[in-house]
């Protein structure tokens, strides 16, 4: 057995406090809010992180290990238990405001860390029940047409004015949320729509993933106001937009303020230097290796379990829970990454440009 892969038997800490506060109530409710956002980012504020990278010899056998794969094909059905439960759960009558709201945005962590993450990863994949998976994880976040813009748009253009998920120096996050979650779902559309004129079918083909992902989507949402009520349908509503607007926070805090040259040939070939990396391990084990950005846009096709440390990949204070808490106050976020931003277009000139 390949016991290096047993490390991420720790991302099952997060379902394990989520499912005890949708049993327990009171303060357990707020359980995995303040385990992934004040527990975590105390831990990894106080601790070293490693820039240690595998052996070519123990990359070999973590790309030929299952046990990888197994790991993040569970969060499939261990995320819809969750959503399920939850379902069940906000329903109870009773319910302070308080508890609702720590169950609305504990589902809501779920489903940008479960959905939305191991979604993305499973999304990279090319076996067909692999894509799938994906697509039913992002469903749980209402952000199917992730699985488009992010590997056919995002990977083009990261680092660029041309990608909506790529934050500009100086842009709080709160402006870039809809910047990039409604440019993220045109951007979508355009590419869907440029798949099908290029195979010679028209907007309406039964082929159209867009509207296949609305029509999933709509009906998604009808069948739970159906089989519980339409509050039970709002909550998850609810739960699934916090989850979409986590996932355009990690995308604000992974590329902000680094851009690509641009010359009449293109833009440069994405490179380390334009992507945001944090090597706290115990952010890295939750997020299945999200935080080795770095590596996962310089070759997008690695697994997780071999994503790599680059000495010159810009590096974060701390890891993705403590930057995200610190992106959501825009003045103490422009002291601390804006003379991080300046320095490194200073130091690496040829790869970093001004924005226009």
């Not at 992974?254 to 944090?278: F, M």
């Not at 935080?291 to 994503?307: E, G, I, K």
């Amino acid at each position: 057995m390949n016991f290096r892969a047993l490390q991420y038997l720790f991302v099952y800490t997060v379902p394990l406090v989520g499912f005890i506060g949708f049993h327990k109530f009171g303060a357990w409710t707020w359980a995995v809010p303040i385990y992934a956002y004040v527990f975590v980012p105390i831990v990894e504020l106080v601790t070293k992180a490693s820039q240690k990278n595998m052996t070519k010899a123990e990359e070999d056998v973590a790309k030929n290990s299952r046990l990888y794969d197994w790991m993040v094909y569970s969060i499939v059905p261990l995320q819809w238990a969750m959503f399920i439960s939850f379902m069940f759960v906000i329903g109870t009558p009773g319910l302070a405001w308080w508890e609702y709201t720590g169950l609305v945005v504990s589902m809501g962590i779920g489903c940008a860390a479960f959905g939305i993450n191991v979604g993305h990863e499973l999304g990279h994949r090319h076996k067909w029940y692999e894509q799938w998976m994906a697509k039913a994880l992002l469903l749980t976040a209402q952000y199917m047409h992730f699985f488009i813009e992010h590997n056919r748009g995002h990977h083009k253009n990261v680092s660029t004015a041309e990608d909506p998920a790529t934050s500009r120096q100086g842009e709080i996050v709160y402006t870039f949320w809809f910047r990039s979650v409604i440019m993220g779902y045109i951007s979508a559309w355009k590419i869907e729509l440029g798949r099908l004129e290029k195979a010679g079918k028209p907007w309406y083909h039964w082929s159209n993933e867009m509207v296949f992902y609305a029509v999933v989507q709509i009906g998604f949402l009808a069948l739970v106001a159906a089989v519980f009520n339409v509050t039970v349908m709002l909550a998850v509503l609810a739960a699934s937009t916090i989850g979409f607007l986590l996932l355009e926070t990690v995308n604000y805090i992974e590329h902000y303020g680094l851009v690509r040259h641009a010359s009449e040939k293109g833009y440069q070939r994405v490179l380390p230097i334009h992507s945001w990396n944090s090597n706290h391990v115990l952010g890295r084990l939750l997020l299945f290796e999200l935080s080795r950005h770095s590596d996962h846009h310089y070759m997008a096709s690695r697994p997780y379990q071999v994503l790599r440390h680059f000495d010159d990949s810009p590096q974060m204070p701390t890891g993705y829970p403590g930057m995200i808490m610190l992106s959501l106050v825009p003045p103490l976020w422009f002291a601390v990454m804006n003379p991080r931003v300046n320095k490194l277009r200073e130091q690496y000139p040829e790869h970093l440009a001004v924005a226009a």
